[in-house]
């Protein structure tokens, strides 16, 4: 039996254990391990505790986000109201203006028109008059000229009322 190899290596095998519990090595294993699961364990904590942040702020930056869209689509109706409103008034206010201008224009031709006529009156005056003097004298005798000057002179009043 003290020959036989198998019972040397049960013997060292053994004496090998005794050793290891001697040392209290599987108690030290055990500690390593439960140290490695413990910081596996806080790590997939504080994992978990990220994840959650994350899907928080994920939520809050959505609803903002949400939010800023809604802003953006208040802020763009209100532009369309307001362009429309200003294109409206734009519009009253142009055909005012040339509702204005035409009157202008109007009044302006009137004046003119008015002008023109006086005008008119004033050479057809002159021309009548001028033709008028241009006969009496070659046409009219003196005394004839200063009967029609004082029947003239003596209606006169009456004309002017």
């Given at each position: 039996m003290f020959h036989d190899p198998t019972f040397w290596v049960l013997v060292s095998f053994t004496m090998f254990i005794g050793v290891l519990v001697y040392l209290k090595v599987p108690g030290m294993i055990t500690g390593a391990l439960d140290k490695r699961a413990e910081k596996i364990k806080a790590d997939?904590?504080?994992?978990?505790?990220l994840l959650e942040e994350a899907q928080d702020l994920l939520a809050t930056y959505q609803k903002k986000q949400r939010e800023a869209s809604d802003v953006a689509?208040?802020?763009?109706?209100k532009a369309k109201e307001e362009a429309e409103r200003l294109k409206v008034h734009g519009r009253e206010r142009m055909e005012d203006a040339l509702a204005r201008r035409e009157k202008l224009a109007i009044e302006r031709i009137a004046q003119a028109e008015a002008a023109a006529v006086d005008e008119i009156r004033t050479r057809t005056v002159d021309i009548a008059m001028d033709a008028t003097r241009e006969l009496l004298a070659s046409k009219l005798s003196d005394g004839k000229a200063e009967a029609m000057v004082d029947d003239a002179i003596k209606e006169l009043?009456?004309?002017?009322?």
């Open positions: 997939i904590d504080e994992a978990e505790k689509q208040e802020i763009k109706a009043p009456n004309r002017l009322n």
